[in-house]
C-alpha cells in the first residue's frame, strides 16, 4: 500500500511538474511580447504628438524664445546698436574703410540668423491650426522678404557705395540709409509680426 502511494506520489507531482513547466512556457512568450508592447504605446504616443498642431501658446512662446535667441543676444545686439544707421543721431567711428568692412559682416551675419531662425521654426512647427497656421505662413513670407531685400541691397552695395569713401562721414550715413530703405523696412516688418507674437496669439 506505502509502495502504491509512493506511486501514486511520484505521478502527482510528475504531472504537476508538467503543469507548471507548460504555464512557464506561457510565461516566456508573454514576456518576450512585452517589450513591443511598450514600443508600440511609445510609437503612438510620439504620433500623437507629431499630429497635435501647435497650439496658439506655444508657438507665440516659442517663436519670441527663438527671436531673441537669434537676434537679442549679448553680441548681435552690441553690434546693431554699432550699425544701426537708422539712429537719428548714429555716427561711425574709425576709417570709412573700417565702418565699411564691420558693416557688410554685422548685416551678412544677420542674414544668416534669418535663414536659421526660418529654418528653426519651421522644423518645430506643426501644422492644423487653422489661425496659427495663418500666422505662420505670414511670419514665414515676412522672413523671405526680409532675405530678398538683404540680398539686393548687398548686390548693389559696391557698385553703389564705390565713392562713398570720398564723402563726409554724415553724407556716408545719409547715403546708406537711402540705399539700405527697402530692406530695413522689410527687416522692421518683421520683427514687428514676431514681436506682436503673443498679441496675436491671445497670450498673456
Same mark, same amino acid.
Given at each position: 500500500?506505502?509502495?502504491?502511494?509512493? /506511486?501514486?506520489?511520484?505521478?502527482?507531482?510528475?504531472?504537476?511538474? /508538467?503543469?507548471?513547466?507548460?504555464?512557464?512556457?506561457?510565461?516566456?512568450?508573454?514576456?518576450?511580447?512585452?517589450? %513591443?508592447?511598450?514600443?508600440?504605446?511609445?510609437?503612438? +504616443?510620439?504620433? $500623437?504628438?507629431?499630429?497635435?498642431?501647435?497650439?496658439?501658446?506655444?508657438?507665440?512662446?516659442?517663436?519670441?524664445?527663438?527671436?531673441?535667441?537669434?537676434?537679442?543676444?549679448? *553680441?548681435?545686439?552690441?553690434?546693431?546698436?554699432?550699425?544701426?544707421?537708422?539712429?537719428?543721431?548714429?555716427?561711425?567711428?574709425? *576709417?570709412?574703410?573700417?565702418?565699411? *568692412?564691420?558693416?557688410?559682416?554685422?548685416?551678412?551675419?544677420?542674414?544668416?540668423?534669418?535663414?536659421?531662425?526660418?529654418?528653426?521654426?519651421? $522644423?518645430?512647427?506643426?501644422?492644423?491650426?487653422? =489661425?496659427?497656421?495663418?500666422? !505662420?505662413? =505670414?511670419?514665414?513670407? %515676412?522672413?523671405?522678404? $526680409?532675405?530678398? $531685400?538683404?540680398? =539686393?541691397?548687398?548686390? %548693389?552695395?559696391?557698385?553703389?557705395?564705390?565713392?562713398?569713401?570720398?564723402?563726409?562721414?554724415?553724407?556716408?550715413?545719409?547715403?546708406?540709409?537711402?540705399?539700405?530703405? /527697402?530692406? !530695413?523696412?522689410?527687416?522692421?516688418?518683421?520683427?514687428?509680426? /514676431?514681436?506682436?507674437?503673443?498679441?496675436?496669439?491671445?497670450? +498673456?
Amino acid at each position: 500500500m506505502k509502495k502504491y502511494l509512493s /506511486v501514486l506520489t511520484i505521478l502527482g507531482l510528475s504531472l504537476a511538474m /508538467v503543469a507548471f513547466t507548460g504555464c512557464g512556457t506561457d510565461g516566456v512568450d508573454d514576456s518576450a511580447n512585452t517589450p %513591443s508592447k511598450v514600443e508600440d504605446n511609445t510609437a503612438n +504616443k510620439d504620433t $500623437a504628438t507629431k499630429d497635435t498642431p501647435t497650439t496658439k501658446e506655444e508657438y507665440g512662446k516659442y517663436i519670441s524664445e527663438r527671436y531673441d535667441y537669434y537676434f537679442k543676444n549679448g *553680441t548681435l545686439g552690441e553690434e546693431y546698436n554699432r550699425y544701426n544707421i537708422y539712429n537719428d543721431e548714429f555716427t561711425y567711428n574709425g *576709417t570709412y574703410d573700417e565702418f565699411v *568692412t564691420g558693416f557688410n559682416d554685422f548685416y551678412a551675419k544677420d542674414r544668416a540668423n534669418l535663414e536659421a531662425f526660418k529654418k528653426d521654426i519651421e $522644423a518645430n512647427y506643426r501644422k492644423g491650426d487653422p =489661425e496659427v497656421d495663418k500666422y !505662420h505662413n =505670414e511670419v514665414i513670407t %515676412s522672413i523671405d522678404k $526680409a532675405i530678398a $531685400a538683404s540680398d =539686393e541691397y548687398s548686390t %548693389s552695395f559696391t557698385e553703389k557705395t564705390k565713392d562713398y569713401g570720398t564723402l563726409a562721414k554724415d553724407e556716408v550715413v545719409k547715403g546708406l540709409r537711402d540705399l539700405g530703405r /527697402v530692406p !530695413h523696412e522689410a527687416r522692421m516688418e518683421f520683427n514687428k509680426l /514676431v514681436n506682436d507674437a503673443k498679441d496675436r496669439m491671445g497670450i +498673456k
